[in-house]
């Protein structure tokens, strides 16, 4: 847990109300699937994994840097995707049961205009009395 804290990845809360900065929801069932297999969501953003199964399934991240320990029949937990990325995950006591979750960046803002941007560049006036006369 520590280790998540300390590189940006937050599980936040398991069975938590609705959040406003909720994006996507993956359904971890007893058929070995995940639903959807594959969500996309914007850096900064949170995924609820939910368990409607009637056993108990983990998430875990291919690349290890995130882990969701075993979640209860009807429990959730979230996670909050801090950077752009593509992460794989399979809960790990039913390895058929895999999904990705597709991190893009976030929207870049416009940021404040660049004076002269796009302007043609003029050659500097030459000031009288100086060298070039």
Partial sequence: ???????????VARA?????????????VDDAVTRPAMVTVRAGEVVRFVNHGVIGHNVVAESGIFRLDTLAPG?????????????????????SQRGTVVVLPTEPSPGPPVIGEGLPLSPPEE???????
């Fill in 127 to 133: 000031v009288p009395g100086t060298p070039g006369e």
């Fill in 1 to 11: 847990m520590l280790a998540l804290l300390l590189s940006g990845w937050l599980p």
């Fill in 75 to 95: 429990a959730s937990a979230e996670v909050r995707f801090p950077f752009a990325g593509t992460f794989n995950f399979a809960c790990t006591l039913h390895l």
């Fill in 16 to 28: 938590a109300p609705p959040r406003q900065d909720l994006t996507a929801t993956v359904e971890i």
